[in-house]
């Protein structure tokens, strides 16, 4: 609880509220990052590595003051100061510290401020950092990036401005949405903001190649790291926002293909595509033009996320601040991509293939069936989102498209990238012979085949289920057996035990097989989707004594406990699980699970808590729908068969990201063509 | 293939679907449609209480025999058109449908001409840019030595 002394409230810091600092600090941000732009622009023209320097540490100053402003908004919060409305609407007194903490990102200003803030931030690092890259490509970058930083910071200084002062200040906040008060919304909006911000650090850089005429992959190199994190940070943040609406919504479910999901997930899609791609620059300098294009498309798929949500022109059970921003997010839009194009277009001779294909049967063509296939994702995506929108338009007639369309459009493209996940880590660079591959695809085709043959007899009758449980058998074991073949070398080669030699495997090439890592988090995750085919739902109101079955538990309801909390009234069911019962004969105790249906005093709004047991198996997930003046309630159960393998599979992937960044930085080195590749050499660690 | 396309077939063949309990069927029918009481969700994941009636009340025109095709056109005669989740894949529904379609096979056929315009382009004399790792470059090196050894020694035999 903050302190109170003398009827003015105080922050843990010992500071009262600093909000009369934070507009003039968020104008200085905005004149420093305008200077870097100018600056930046004129030492790249000129090769004046001076006015360069400036440039940066004016982006470096951006930064300071924006985080300035940030801090002034936090004080502010904690100090309690109602006269700032941004704080009176997303706050209150009975807000506990770190929900006070994430009110920061409650609404929209503040949800800017610090998109704000982790740009400038962001951009300072890495634009300090590239000191080793050529001056000129830094210089441009510079000047890209805080032209990016300029626009956020006008929002934050005209249409958005967090430190609005209230006519009269009330005594209490309106405090926080109850859905927002959950741990996973201190970590989730950061981390996605975090991927959303990432990726403008490539994107800079990659304009800035344009910009300088290069057509090397010097910009690559420079921004690789930061495109992995910006992309790790997207992926945790997706998953904990689907673990987020998993755990508050109650609906049983954790996606809904809700436009606040698509707006984060499209970029996803298209920054998996250009992760891939790049690759096939840096080892063949090939598809140049493509990457560029793709940085760019993710860049303004990310914005164009933020404008989806912010304009208010889509409704979305995540959307918890609107405002009057979308109006200049369209044609900054525009501005980009008008101007990215151009620009790619400009360069398309000099950013032509400096090698050929030489086999279809390739790695090569490989990477480029998955850029086809995400691509395409990215576009049913996008397409099912703003349909309504555009149909609207075009008739006036105002049509849904929602779950079922991106289920049955989606999931058989996400099915072929799945089977691709597998077969192409199989394929060797340059060319290879199909006999070849058919012998390698011998054992993860044989045990895709037992695993659904023994699924189909053990009773899934889904052939959608089987389909993609046979997928993921196929994938892990081909991404396995990569792990076996290079552990095998190095045992062999060493004289290492197993784990020793798969450590010394990963350790010696963590970029590939921190890939393979993240490969196989996605097939638990897909696993974990697939487990939805036997999910099964029930609905009963219950008086006190009352039971319902779902599944094969027995759920009773044992009684109401009513109590108060300084935030809120809460009502606690105890619900008394058992499993395998019948009528005549009771189940064996599982467990008592505690719903909540709880009535939020500063927001005046009902909310549900869930109570779900997890095990690897299933997921039996209780809320309570509503409750009435006896006590009776309405009670709604589901059992989700596989859901662990959805959380198991993200910290999978956490692992082999951490690989992926723990690896060294790739220096360029060119070495003359070998006429001929064997396929020993060339998928050898 | 074969085996795989015959175990595929058999199961297919061995699965009967089993006939559904009326709250499953209507549970399917909630996931179909959108919430006319909650903004952007389908009707299964509304929490809100008219959300509840109305599909209590889906659930007793499924007891009471009634197909989905007629109870979807009850649920459009009293929400209009806009309360299906997706169009149906006719007339101009199809406009919803056929794009993704369309983006697939025109990425794959772009991909497909680019794949086979690049294996016929003349083989170059440029050098192959490959980006290493000092690990990768020190392994290389260890392993070129290796070769080299292994070549001399294979000269060394009568």
């Known amino acids: 609880m903050p302190l109170e002394v003398q009827g003015q409230s105080l922050n843990p810091l010992g500071l009262g509220s600093l909000a009369g600092l934070g507009r003039p600090s968020l104008l200085a941000a905005l004149a420093f990052a305008a200077a870097s732009v100018v600056l930046c622009s004129l030492g790249a023209r000129r090769a004046r590595r001076d006015l360069s320097d400036a440039g940066i540490r004016a982006a470096v100053a951006a930064a300071g003051f924006t985080s300035f402003a940030t801090f002034c908004l ?7 100061d109602f006269s700032l409305a941004y704080v009176a609407s997303y706050s209150s007194r009975s807000l506990t510290g770190a929900y006070t903490f994430s009110a920061l ?42 032209s990016v930083s300029c626009f956020f910071l006008f929002l934050l200084a005209v249409p958005a401005d967090p430190f609005a002062r209230l006519a ?14 959950s741990p996973g919304m201190l970590i989730h909006p950061p981390l996605l903001y975090l991927g959303f911000v990432g990726f403008s650090i490539p994107f800079a850089f990659g304009v800035a190649a344009l910009l300088s005429k290069r057509s090397d992959d010097e910009w690559l190199r420079a921004t690789r790291r930061w495109t992995l994190l910006a992309w790790s940070s997207l992926s945790i943040g997706i ?77 979305s059970i995540h959307t918890f601040s ?53 691509l395409a994702a990215a576009f049913t995506v996008l397409w099912g989102t703003v349909y309504p929108i555009v149909n609207e338009w075009l008739t006036g007639l105002r049509l849904s498209v929602g779950p079922p369309f991106f289920n049955r459009a989606f999931v058989p493209i996400g099915l072929a990238i799945i089977a691709l996940t597998g077969l192409g880590p199989l394929i060797s660079w340059r060319r290879m012979r199909g006999a070849a591959l058919l012998r390698l695809l011998r054992v993860p085709l044989a045990i895709a085949v037992v695993v659904v043959a023994g699924l189909g007899l053990g009773g899934v009758d889904s052939f959608g289920a089987l389909l993609a449980f046979g997928l993921c058998a196929f994938t892990a074991t081909a991404v396995g057996s990569e792990f076996v073949r290079g552990s095998r070398v190095h045992r062999r080669r060493e004289g290492l035990s197993w784990p020793a030699a798969l450590g010394h495997t990963v350790a010696r090439n963590r970029r590939r097989y921190g890939g393979y890592v993240v490969h196989l988090g996605v097939v638990l995750i897909v696993i974990g989707f697939a487990g939805g085919w036997a999910k099964v739902e029930r609905s009963r109101e219950l008086d006190a004594g009352e ?13 109401l406990a009513s109590s108060e909390t300084p935030e809120k009234q809460v009502n606690d069911a105890a619900i008394r699980v058992t499993r395998g019962g019948r009528e005549d004969k009771p189940g064996d105790f599982v467990t008592v699970l505690h719903p909540q249906r709880n009535f939020h005093l500063a927001s005046r709004q009902t909310q549900s808590e869930v109570a779900i047991r997890t095990t690897p198996l299933e997921d039996l997930y209780v809320v309570v ?32 990201m951490g690989v992926l960044l723990s690896g060294p930085s790739p220096v360029s080195v060119t070495v003359p063509a070998p006429r001929r590749l064997s396929h020993a050499a060339a998928t050898s660690p | 293939m074969r085996v795989i396309a015959a175990v595929a077939t058999c199961l297919f063949l061995l699965a009967s679907p089993a006939a559904a309990a009326p709250e499953d069927v209507a549970n399917d029918i909630s996931n179909e449609i959108m919430s006319p009481f909650c903004d952007g969700v389908t009707l299964h994941d509304c929490p809100s209480q008219e959300a509840l009636e109305l ?14 095709t007629q109870i979807m056109s009850h649920l459009e005669r009293e929400f209009g058109a806009g309360i299906r989740a997706a169009p149906p894949a006719e007339g101009a529904g199809f406009a919803v449908w056929l794009p993704p379609l369309a983006a697939l096979a025109a990425g794959a056929a772009g991909a497909w001409a680019i794949v086979r315009k690049w294996s016929r382009r003349t083989h170059t004399a440029l050098p192959v840019s490959v980006t290493m790792t000092s690990e990768e470059r020190h392994r290389l090196d260890h392993e070129l030595a290796m070769l080299r050894t292994a070549a001399s020694r294979e000269g060394e035999r009568p």
Do not use: C
């Open chain 1, 74 to 80: 936090l004080t502010a919060f904690f100090a309690h």
């Open chain 1, 105 to 146: 990102w409650g609404g929209m200003e503040g949800s800017l401020l610090l998109w704000a803030l982790l740009l400038t931030v962001l951009g300072a690092i890495a634009l300090t950092r590239a000191s080793s890259a050529s001056t000129d490509l830094v210089a441009w970058a510079g000047a890209v990036f805080s």
């Open chain 1, 168 to 181: 009269a200040a009330p005594a209490d906040g309106q405090g926080l949405n109850p859905l927002l008060q």
């Open chain 1, 239 to 315: 998953v904990l926002g689907g673990a987020w609406a998993y755990t508050e919504l109650g609906w049983g479910g954790y996606w809904a293909w809700d436009p606040v999901e698509n707006a984060s997930f499209m970029p996803w899609l298209t920054a998996t595509a250009f992760l891939h791609s790049i690759v096939i620059q840096e080892k063949r300098r090939m598809l140049k033009v493509w990457n560029l294009s793709l940085i760019l498309l993710t860049y303004v798929l990310a914005v164009f996320g933020t404008f989806l949500t912010r304009s208010g022109i889509l409704s």
């Open chain 1, 322 to 374: 609107e405002g009057d921003v979308g109006k200049y997010f369209l044609p900054y839009l525009a501005l980009v991509l008008i101007a990215g194009i151009a620009l790619i277009a400009t360069r398309l001779n000099a950013l032509s293939s400096e090698n050929r294909l030489d086999s279809l049967l390739s790695r090569e063509s490989a990477f480029m069936a998955n850029n086809v296939l995400f």
């Open chain 1, 547 to 559: 039971s319902m079955r779902v599944g094969d538990y027995a759920l009773n309801y044992e009684g």
């Open chain 1, 625 to 656: 729908t509503a409750v009435d003046a006896d006590s009776a309630i309405v009670l709604r159960a589901f059992v989700n068969p596989l859901t662990w393998w959805i959380w198991a599979g993200a910290f999978v992937m956490v692992g082999g």
């Open chain 2, 55 to 68: 599909r209590d009340r889906i659930e007793a025109w499924v007891s009471q025999g009634q197909s989905r």
